[in-house]
């Protein structure tokens, strides 16, 4: 096996675990103001179609447009994981959820890295 694939593998886990941290933490953070917040959607790996055409068709089906699902999309992840992140509201996130190739939807959030203890000086 090559280099690339074990790459490609660590991103992955690293994409999962990041998954998990947040889908764990989903419940306390979610609004339930029906503001768009945006959310990453997980889907399944798309087959027959480009992942980003596949992504914008899924948004598309629960914002009723193309247009509107251009609008929405932020960005469409396709190399470790598939999926794309959107502005969507509370009711969105739940009609999203119920979509043939989601996999998951969560609330994006930004994590700041630990940088160890500060020097005084």
């Given amino acids: 096996m090559n280099r ?6 660590f991103c992955f886990i690293i994409a999962l675990c990041c998954l998990i ?3 764990e933490s989903a419940d306390a ?7 768009p917040a945006i959310h990453i959607i997980y889907t399944e790996k798309p087959q027959d179609e ?3 055409a596949y992504h ?4 598309a089906s629960v914002l009723g447009s193309e247009e509107a699902a251009k609008d929405a ?3 469409s992840y396709k190399t470790a994981a598939s999926g794309f992140s959107a502005k969507l509201t509370p009711e969105q996130v739940a009609e999203i959820s119920k979509q043939p190739g989601v996999l998951q939807v ?10 160890g203890p500060r020097k005084l000086q």
């Fill in 73 to 75: 999309l932020i960005y």
């Fill in 21 to 23: 941290e947040m889908a």
């Fill in 50 to 52: 480009q992942p980003e």
């Fill in 56 to 59: 914008l068709r899924t948004l």
């Fill in 29 to 35: 953070t979610e609004s339930s103001s029906s503001s």
């Fill in 106 to 115: 969560v609330p994006s959030r930004t994590l700041q890295l630990h940088s």
């Fill in 4 to 9: 690339n694939f074990f790459l490609s593998l």
